[in-house]
């Protein structure tokens, strides 16, 4: 399937047979849509659990039957419009697919603008099923710059606006492939990463498009002004993420510092680890005859015996 339509994944743990045989019901559900109506509880049976998974298969939680139906539901709904789609350009020719992508996409943007995120992005998965590299490397260049990449930096943002993170930072991986310097796509992903509470991730994100946008100001000669603008607030964006990311750096180092200065301030290292003891300095004896002595005639009130004292040899 295409790299951006990810699918949340589940699992069912039920009897193996059964899997079989209802997972081919809920296909079958998910290809009619007359037939999507039906109650998923009733049709998995009390029996089966649901859950939901990431990328990499660990689970993150549990999913209702409604849940998976909207998942198969909305999944059987976007192949089915890829499918037209496909259908719709496989006879144009390479100046057709071009023309019919970046009118979708013009389509997409206005959906943007609205802040119709779902229907943006599923415009622009559209426009990718337009993607020709069959032809010269000339022309490969030209689908990749005028469409490609322009569409998954596009499709980043509305992920991003949709809360879909990790889709976010696998989409601009797509776009940095085709030009590691683009400042939206780094921005983006740093964003993603940022929202995902993975700040040593965000911040060269971050840094690298300050620098990208930098490069940009330098040859802002040519630029059309309204590209300089975008570019001037993506900016301003940027700088703001990154001051918080400098501040949340100030403030993790403030406390190490504390920590570390608990031992100049007299405070145990230990103080919020209550199970483990802090070490006792080991403390010198002396155990010679002179100091035995000494101490013993304190308890005899300065009495002694010549025949009581110890030979001066040490043991």
Not at 20 to 42: D, I, L, T, W, Y
Not at 149 to 157: E, V, W
Request: proline share 4%; charged share 35%.
């Amino acid at each position: 399937g295409h790299p951006s339509l990810k699918p949340i994944p589940f699992t069912c743990h039920v009897n193996p047979i059964e899997v079989m045989s209802k997972a081919e019901e809920v296909e079958e559900v998910a290809r009619h849509e007359e037939e999507g109506q039906q109650n998923f509880a009733e049709l998995l049976g009390p029996n089966c659990v649901i859950k939901r998974v990431d990328k990499n298969q660990k689970v993150i939680g549990n999913a209702k039957p409604e849940e998976m139906q909207h998942v198969l539901m909305s999944r059987a709904a976007t192949q089915k419009r890829l499918g037209a789609c496909a259908e719709h350009v496989k006879n144009l020719s390479r100046k057709e697919k071009m023309h019919w992508a970046l009118d979708l996409k013009d389509q997409a943007n206005r959906c943007y603008a609205t802040s119709n995120f779902e229907e943006a992005a599923q415009l622009y998965n559209d426009c990718l099923v337009a993607l020709d590299f069959e032809g010269t490397e000339e022309e490969n260049a030209e689908v990749a710059t005028k469409l490609q990449l322009p569409i998954c930096t596009n499709l980043a943002a509305c992920l991003i606006e949709m809360g879909k993170y990790e889709e976010c930072i696998d989409m601009c991986n797509i776009a940095l492939s085709v030009e590691e310097a683009t400042p939206k796509a780094l921005y983006r992903r740093g964003l993603a990463r940022y929202r995902l509470g993975d700040y040593a991730k965000a911040r060269p994100d971050l840094e690298a498009a300050q620098q990208a946008i930098a490069d940009f100001q330098q040859a802002v000669r040519d630029k059309p002004r309204e590209e300089v603008a975008a570019m001037n607030d993506l900016d301003r964006r940027v700088r703001h993420y990154l001051l918080d990311l400098r501040r949340f750096n100030a403030r993790e180092k403030e406390k190490c510092q504390k920590i570390f200065n608990r031992k100049a301030e007299a405070k145990s290292l230990y103080d919020d680890r209550p199970d483990v003891k802090e070490e006792v300095p080991k403390v010198e004896i002396d155990d010679s005859d002179e100091a035995i002595e000494a101490k013993l005639r304190q308890f005899r009130g300065d009495f002694h015996c010549c025949c009581c004292r110890r030979n001066p040899r040490r043991y």
